[in-house]
């Protein structure tokens, strides 16, 4: 799987939208980007995934550059229950070997 | 929503006893995980399963650990004869494949403290 490079840390005030860089420069043509996320000890929280285009569901919109070599995780409306850490990871899509490698991530602390 | 359930969700153990730890899996999911996370640090992969059989496993997934899926819908972390070192949270995972879905869910996890 792909490395990726993530700030360790961010603040973002309550309400106001949160973006979460992630560099990928070493994706392959078949890697998607997934990101997660860990509020305290609870397990790993699913939050989206893409390819090469956008992707927005009811938690985040996934930014993608064009040529797939970083990526943008938005929380469009931040509030205190979103300060967790945040994962973003590449892997493969499919396959008996796909599994999730979690580097450090990005503690984002939403501020009131 | 379905959900990854683990069991139990603390146990407390002395060195050297066995632990087995307990995960449903989402229903019609075919590829169940194991990770660990020790306290402040990564999570870590620890095995892969499919189609009855581990598909791929890590350093740490040594000969005192097993992993078995006994029916349908149970599927089992042992760790033989425990030490200070494996205290830690462990995360049971499971996904389907391109029809069902290929995203990795996780369960909220089972915290293992070895005394």
């Known amino acids: 799987d792909a490395k990726t490079t993530q700030p360790t840390s961010m603040d973002c005030a309550e309400g106001r939208a949160a973006n979460l860089p992630c560099n990928h420069s070493t994706i392959s043509g078949n890697e998607y980007v997934y990101w997660y996320r860990q509020i305290h000890s609870q397990g790993p929280q699913y939050i989206i995934h893409g390819l090469k285009n956008n992707e927005t569901n009811e938690m985040a919109s996934l930014i993608i550059t064009e040529d797939r070599k970083s990526s943008t995780l938005i929380l469009p409306h931040a509030t205190l229950r979103d300060t967790a850490v945040y994962y973003c990871i590449v892997t493969i899509s499919s396959g008996s070997a796909r599994q999730l490698t979690f580097g450090s991530g990005t503690q984002l602390t939403v501020l009131p | 929503e379905p959900e990854v359930t683990q069991t139990p969700s603390h146990q407390v153990t002395q060195m050297g006893q066995e632990v087995i730890l307990r995960c449903v899996p989402i229903?019609?999911?075919?590829?169940f995980y194991w990770y660990r996370q020790i306290l402040g640090q990564k999570v870590e992969f620890l095995v892969s399963f499919y189609n009855n059989e581990i598909s791929e496993k890590s350093e740490i997934f040594d000969d005192q650990f097993s992993v078995e899926r006994p029916d349908g819908s149970n599927f089992t972390l042992k760790i033989r004869s425990t030490k200070l070192e494996d205290s830690a949270m462990y995360f049971c995972a499971s996904r389907g494949d391109r029809v069902r879905g290929n995203t990795i869910y996780f369960g909220e996890g089972s915290w293992l403290t070895v005394v």
């Open positions: 229903s019609n999911h075919l590829y």
